[in-house]
């Protein structure tokens, strides 16, 4: 299950990338500052994880190579915004590899649930990511990511589980009703 996580937080950070190098003229300076800042820290987070998990790199190790990986990345997507956008994802980097290490040397034995956290929570803010830099782009650009991602057969599961969800809370965890007495 970490290993479908990994890759889709790849993925979305990767594509996050990719189009706000590509449509940058589009992405404006505070959206270009939170998405380097978004990019510096969960790459970090996804490059420490997989280090420690899956090239079982001692845990200092995978910091460093984590935080050069999240500074690296937050650097790029920052270039061409501003330097406050620039320093965002150094400092999202390198902050993000000194409290991965931390909390991992902390609950070391819990390793599994944490690592499962942390991509999770990389995933959503990917995404969260990804969609501000589609959001961004205006719609006669041809862009790939925004095809699929408004694509009938994607959206239809989506909002089915989505609406099936709410049904289910309502059913068994029902609201107060102030027209009832």
């Known amino acids: 299950m970490i290993i479908g996580a990994s890759l889709t937080a790849f993925l979305l950070l990767w594509w996050t990338i990719f189009y706000s190098g590509r449509y940058h003229h589009y992405v404006s300076e505070p959206v270009g500052k939170r998405i380097s800042l978004h990019v510096g820290i969960h790459v970090t987070l996804v490059v420490g994880v997989n280090a420690c998990l899956w090239l079982e790199q001692p845990l200092l190790f995978s910091s460093i190579l984590a935080g050069c990986a999240g500074l690296g990345a937050g650097w790029f997507v920052g270039i061409p915004f501003s330097v406050k956008s620039i320093l965002s994802g150094i400092m999202g980097g390198i902050g993000t590899s000194v409290s991965f290490y931390i909390s991992m040397s902390m609950w070391i034995d819990q390793f599994n649930s944490l690592s499962f956290l942390l991509i999770g929570t990389s995933v959503i803010f990917s995404g969260s990511s990804l969609f501000q830099v589609l959001k961004s782009i205006p719609s006669f650009e041809k862009v790939l990511v925004k095809m699929w ?20 809370i309502e059913k068994y965890f029902p609201q107060a009703d102030p027209t009832r007495k």
């Open 149 to 168: 991602v408004q694509h009938p057969f994607l959206i239809a599961p989506i909002l089915i589980t989505v609406f099936w969800l709410y049904n289910f």
